[in-house]
């Protein structure tokens, strides 16, 4: 006698409407992750979404700055961004391009413009890394929109960024402790999207085009919603096409020290990561 599974489908259980803020050197920025009102979502630590046509508002970028302890994920919309690092790392991601760089034991490194003017858009996440891999080398992986596999289902394109899909697709990224699921998806207006995830893991979503629902509760450009927990997202786009990302990790349950660019475990590795970038050991 055959059974069939039973799903349970994730709702929308908080909304953050993010905090405009500035970052670097006064880049203005929407800060959805990280703030008083959803300061942590293990394992994310942060997510900020830059999104401007205006060149004052970017065109200074993020000059050196360190890192230890925790991993960035840089996602492109629109507009092109060159970073560099004192590992002799470099390089430009463009439209529809991401890299994710596992900071570790410590790296310093700048993001910069690439352009003039014209629109600025995309995603800054930060990832938190298990305490036995924080002191690891550094490392990065950078992909461009091409290399990028895209899926079309009816009504949605997905492209699958890191991890694999319920239909298969699996992303470039690879070898992330937190096993994350990254998708930046499409609907057409109206639309429904449903997705399996990992019961246990932590799942949100960022829309950045339209409004989506689910459960009754709906999410528009610019917020966050976090899901509750269950092995299915199932969403809807409102009457106009949609578009977000969604973002799903294995929590880490481990306690979090952190201090501006510096997440670590206890106050001692704080301290310890302070003494080592101001002695040159980075």
């Known amino acids: ?56 508002d970017y065109i200074a970028g993020f000059p050196s700055h360190p890192h230890r302890g925790f991993e960035t994920v840089t996602i492109m919309l629109d507009g092109r961004m060159r970073h560099g690092d004192n590992k002799g790392h470099k390089g430009v991601i463009g439209p529809g391009g991401i890299q994710w760089m596992m900071a570790g034991r410590g790296i310093v490194h700048s993001e910069m413009p690439e352009q003039e003017d014209g629109r600025m858009w995309g995603f800054q996440l930060w990832v938190n890394l298990p305490a036995k891999q924080k002191m690891t080398a550094p490392r990065y992986q950078e992909f461009s929109a091409g290399q990028i596999p895209v899926e079309d289902r009816e009504g949605s ?12 697709t699996t992303g470039p990224v690879e070898q992330i402790a937190t096993k994350p699921l990254l998708l930046d998806i499409t609907l057409e207006p109206s639309a429904t999207f449903s997705e399996a995830v990992p019961a246990g893991h932590t799942v949100f979503i960022s829309v950045y085009k339209g409004e989506v629902s689910a459960g009754g509760k709906s999410v528009k450009d610019p917020d966050l919603a976090v899901l509750s927990d269950g092995d299915t997202v199932e969403l809807r786009a409102g009457a106009k096409a949609a578009s977000f990302l969604l973002v799903a990790g294995q929590p880490l349950n481990e306690p979090v020290a952190r201090y501006g660019p510096f997440v670590m475990n206890t106050q001692a590795e704080l301290q310890q990561a302070v003494t080592d970038f101001q002695a040159g050991r980075f």
Do not use: C, E
């Open 157 to 168: 394109q997905i492209r699958v960024l890191a991890g694999s899909s319920a239909s298969g």
């Open 1 to 56: 006698m055959s059974t069939i599974a039973k799903t349970r489908a994730r709702r929308i259980s908080q909304i953050s409407r993010g905090l405009p803020t500035s970052d670097g050197a006064g880049v203005k920025l929407t800060r959805m992750l990280g703030h008083q009102g959803l300061d942590y979502l293990d394992p994310f630590l942060m997510l900020d979404q830059f999104r401007s046509d205006n060149r004052d």
